[in-house]
């Protein structure tokens, strides 16, 4: 019988990092608009996002082994977190012809699998 316990961390820990990467799409959207603070905030909460991939990552690990889920989990979120650190270094370079399409496509695999997490058949 499989753990219950990482089912639900891994889940929270999904829908947690596809909320943290949606923000950035709304802070980057109040600067266009010109409420230039939220560069600032964009700024600092790629941090904060790239740390909440990495605690689904972990989660992952867990809904993996003790939790009998699937392992390729894993491995989309190494990818994100992966991503991500491109995704920090084209913002800085101020090359939003890839920042911004690779931030759409990374928000959009993060929202993939917090979705996932939610309508996924668990093994019992």
Known sequence: MAASWPRVL????ATLAAVM???QAIFAGQFL????????VHREN???????VIAAAVCAVLLWRPGG???WPIVVYVAL?????????????HALAAHVP???????VAAAMAVWSW???WPR
């Open 119 to 121: 309508m996924a058949r």
């Open 102 to 108: 690779l931030g759409v496509a990374i928000i959009m």
């Open 46 to 52: 790629a941090t904060y996002a790239g740390i909440s």
């Open 10 to 13: 891994f889940r929270i820990a």
């Open 69 to 71: 889920g699937p392992w």
């Open 81 to 93: 977190f992966g991503l991500i650190g491109l995704q920090i270094f084209l913002g800085f370079a």
């Open 21 to 23: 990467l949606f923000d």
């Open 33 to 40: 608009s010109g409420i230039y603070a939220s560069l600032d």
